[in-house]
């Protein structure tokens, strides 16, 4: 048995809530730097009175999927958890409950294959938005309500164990800044009276570069490019690679380097532990003798909020080469730098089967999210339901006037 396949436009139209707040009333401004890609978590939420909503925007409620038209390649979905206002850059789908699951469709919008397609269907160079006439016809693989239930039950606690696996990876990264402070003091008030120096005078500052994915001999190769979402890895394995050619193309940072993210989520970083290429949405800090690597890192952690203060907003927060390279950190002396870097890899080694998990478990994930919607996830589970499938497959190919797939093969 195969699956329907109907148009975006058909199943999940672009409809907003029917309703809107008084003026006054506190309501969340939802904007697309608080979505977190590919997991569609928030970094927070931000209330005001509705009157502060700008013209681009429009009302929202749970019964709507959001889906970012910028910049496809971030991922940016989210099933709303309450009514709000958001930017005119996310799609307020309204799947049909009768034929199509919230879940199911944002965890689609979230796969790998999905991503890729739309990121190859953009208008604009700088900011590119998925080209809406190919969104609206893109045919949405669609099993029925039953198997939809099913996939989205076993993506869910496949999700589950992944977010655990997060938040103690989290918990075990506190114990760094924990002992950062207590060598250093506080980088805001400087207790111990450090001196303190602009990061472009500490070392080199790089914006990175995508190479052009329409020409062949970029990507494949034996170099890892990190983009925004593989900074939440240790960079090991990131999800995509360049050639030589590649590499020559993009921007490339040595081994120990600083990788730091400039648009969308401003702040997030990881240290290369080889030589590493990444996108424009990274700047990078190659350390030069003056800052150890491990406290190099450690130091610009605490800076998060200066970057973010920095950072020009439009559609989303862009922290500007130069704005970030302005930055002042402390410079304590050479032997405690490489102290606390002794400390440092001790600590990391005993977190390397902590951070192992997560990623085993985020491939784990990805490779599920696949499966999911080429059927093979729930193969075995259909045939053990098909009489019921069936049934319930005429139902929706009625409501959507298309053929099933016994009508369709004759």
Known sequence: MTWLNSPMRSIAPPN????????????????????EGDTGELSGKRYAPASEAGTSTFCFDTGN??????????????VPDEPGIATTELIPLRPNP????Q????YYLRSSAFVNQASHHVAGAKMPRVVMDWFWEHEFPLPTPMEQGRIVELLDEADRLR??????????????????????????????????????????????????????????????FATPSDLDTDLSATQRSLTETGAQFSKVARAGSALV????????????PVMTSFNQQINAVEWSAKVNDDFGIAALSFEVETMKALATFTTLPILNKSSFASISVIVPPDSLQKEFSRLAEQLNKSLVPIRRMRSDLNQLFSVLLSTAFSGQLTAQ??????KELLAEMEVQARQLKLPTPQEAAV
Not at 192 to 217: A, F, S
Not at 381 to 386: F, G
């Open 163 to 224: 977010r655990l696996s997060r938040e103690a990876s989290a918990k075990a990264e506190r114990i760094l800044p924990a002992l950062f402070l207590k060598m250093f003091g506080a980088p805001s008030t400087n207790p111990k009276g450090w001196r303190k120096e602009r990061i472009g005078e500490l070392g080199n500052v790089v914006t990175g570069r995508t190479p052009p994915t329409q020409e062949e001999g970029m990507f494949g190769g034996t170099i890892p």
């Open 65 to 78: 999927v959001l889906y970012s038209k910028l910049r496809p390649y971030l991922n940016k979905v989210i």
């Open 103 to 106: 879940r199911f469709l944002a």
């Open 16 to 35: 907003p809530a029917a309703f809107s707040f008084a003026s006054d009333q506190q309501v969340w401004h939802l904007s697309l730097d608080q979505i």
């Open 381 to 386: 589970w259909r045939e053990a339901h098909m």
């Open 261 to 272: 993210g400039c648009i969308g989520n401003i702040g997030k970083m990881r240290k290369t």
């Open 98 to 101: 009768a034929i199509l699951d």
